[in-house]
């Protein structure tokens, strides 16, 4: 047993030496690139084809990354946790179809580059026969856009806007807002703001700007654009139509109508009282009234036999008329 032991130390020795060796030899080789998502799983590649049909318990397959920390190692068949580095343990799972390892639950540090290698035990002990470099790359899609209009819009007047996402990787280049016409698109750039969380390494981006609208814009579609190195993610677009100024308030139609019935009947009232004092004031009953007193001076006499009966209810106008037809009356008896 303790010889057994000693091997296996020497062993993994001899291996932290071969190792170190290939690593300055094989630096400069190309490298496989393979990208994964934040939080998902990686596959890293092996691609080793193994002609000779050497069985696993002939060989010692390990990966490492960029600072030599070993991810998984599977020492002749049998996997060894004793040389994995803490920060991988139950983050990794070797697929013996395809050679790959997976890296679960992948975080933005993680990126970087990773080794496979592949030694065969043979009678002069461990011998490198394969060697692959792939370099993975993280990515975290960020948030839809999201804008916001902080002022309504009214003519010859600016709109204030804002737009924002997070939750993104890598760091955004750009991000700006575009103004759709009928006639034109517009770009427009603004205070661009952008913080990486200290934990997780993700990006936040924010823009605030201002647009005017002039009096020939009369609806436009205003949104705004997050690109990345790979992507370009729009917000949601907004269609904006931009208030008239308040028109100044005309003077209603009813108060017109009242002030124009007002007027009629004031003429009317007017015509009424002119045309009534008019008809008092008439010539033609001042002249029966002095008629009827002269026959009454004549006729006196025949008068004082003759009893008229006046009633109270009728005016000076009836009056008059009833005394000068009764002295007719009596001056025909007489003559007869």
Same mark, same amino acid.
């Given at each position: 047993?303790?010889?057994? /032991?000693?091997?296996? /130390?020497?062993?993994?020795?001899?291996?932290?030496?071969?190792?170190?060796?290939?690593? #300055?030899?094989?630096?400069?080789?190309?490298?496989? *690139?393979?990208?994964?998502?934040?939080?998902?799983? /990686?596959?890293?590649?092996?691609?080793?084809?193994?002609?000779?049909?050497?069985?696993?318990?002939?060989?010692?397959?390990?990966?490492? @990354?960029?600072?030599?920390? =070993?991810?998984?190692? #599977?020492?002749?068949? *049998?996997?060894?946790?004793?040389?994995? @580095?803490?920060?991988?343990?139950?983050?990794?799972?070797?697929?013996?179809?395809?050679?790959?390892?997976?890296?679960?639950?992948?975080?933005?540090?993680?990126?970087? =580059?990773?080794?496979?290698?592949?030694?065969?035990?043979?009678?002069?002990?461990?011998?490198?026969?394969?060697?692959?470099?792939?370099?993975?790359?993280?990515?975290?899609?960020?948030?839809?856009?999201?804008?916001?209009?902080?002022?309504?819009?009214?003519?010859?007047? /600016?709109?204030?806007?804002?737009?924002?996402?997070?939750?993104?990787?890598?760091?955004?280049? $750009?991000?700006?807002?575009?103004?759709?016409?009928?006639?034109?698109?517009?770009?427009?750039?603004? =205070?661009?703001?952008?913080?990486?969380?200290?934990?997780?390494?993700?990006?936040?981006?924010?823009?605030?700007?201002?647009?005017?609208?002039? @009096?020939?814009?009369?609806? &436009?579609?205003?949104?705004?654009?997050?690109?990345?190195?790979?992507?370009?993610?729009?917000?949601?677009?907004?269609?904006?139509?931009?208030?008239?100024?308040?028109?100044?308030?005309?003077?209603?139609?009813?108060?017109?109508?009242?002030? #124009?019935?007002?007027?009629?009947?004031?003429?009317?009232?007017?015509?009424?009282?002119?045309? $009534?004092?008019?008809?008092?004031?008439?010539?033609?009953?001042?002249?029966?009234?002095?008629?009827?007193?002269?026959?009454? &001076?004549?006729?006196?006499?025949?008068?004082?036999?003759?009893?008229?009966?006046?009633?109270?209810?009728?005016?000076?106008?009836?009056?008059?008329?009833?005394?000068? $037809?009764?002295?007719?009356?009596?001056?025909?008896?007489?003559?007869?």
């Amino acid at each position: 047993m303790a010889e057994a /032991a000693k091997m296996d /130390a020497g062993c993994t020795m001899g291996l932290s030496v071969t190792v170190f060796v290939m690593a #300055l030899l094989l630096s400069g080789a190309a490298s496989l *690139r393979i990208q994964a998502y934040f939080n998902k799983t /990686a596959d890293l590649p092996c691609q080793f084809t193994n002609s000779q049909s050497r069985s696993l318990s002939e060989l010692v397959v390990f990966w490492q @990354d960029h600072e030599r920390l =070993v991810l998984y190692e #599977l020492f002749l068949g *049998r996997e060894k946790p004793d040389n994995v @580095d803490p920060k991988y343990i139950g983050r990794t799972s070797f697929d013996q179809n395809s050679w790959n390892l997976q890296l679960h639950n992948v975080q933005i540090k993680d990126k970087g =580059v990773y080794q496979c290698f592949v030694h065969h035990r043979g009678a002069k002990g461990l011998v490198p026969i394969y060697q692959m470099n792939s370099e993975l790359s993280v990515l975290a899609n960020f948030t839809q856009p999201e804008i916001t209009l902080i002022s309504n819009i009214t003519r010859n007047s /600016a709109i204030n806007l804002t737009c924002s996402s997070v939750q993104g990787y890598p760091e955004p280049k $750009k991000m700006f807002f575009v103004l759709k016409t009928e006639n034109a698109t517009t770009e427009y750039d603004g =205070v661009m703001q952008k913080s990486q969380d200290n934990v997780t390494g993700l990006y936040s981006i924010s823009i605030s700007g201002s647009i005017a609208f002039s @009096d020939d814009i009369r609806n &436009a579609t205003i949104y705004c654009v997050l690109q990345t190195e790979s992507t370009e993610t729009h917000s949601q677009h907004f269609t904006i139509v931009p208030a008239d100024p308040m028109p100044v308030e005309k003077p209603r139609l009813w108060i017109a109508a009242v002030a #124009l019935t007002l007027i009629v009947v004031c003429a009317i009232v007017l015509f009424l009282t002119l045309w $009534k004092r008019k008809k008092e004031q008439q010539p033609g009953v001042a002249c029966e009234c002095e008629t009827i007193k002269m026959d009454k &001076a004549e006729n006196e006499p025949v008068e004082e036999r003759v009893k008229i009966h006046e009633p109270e209810k009728f005016g000076k106008a009836a009056k008059c008329v009833h005394r000068l $037809k009764t002295p007719s009356s009596d001056k025909s008896a007489a003559h007869f």
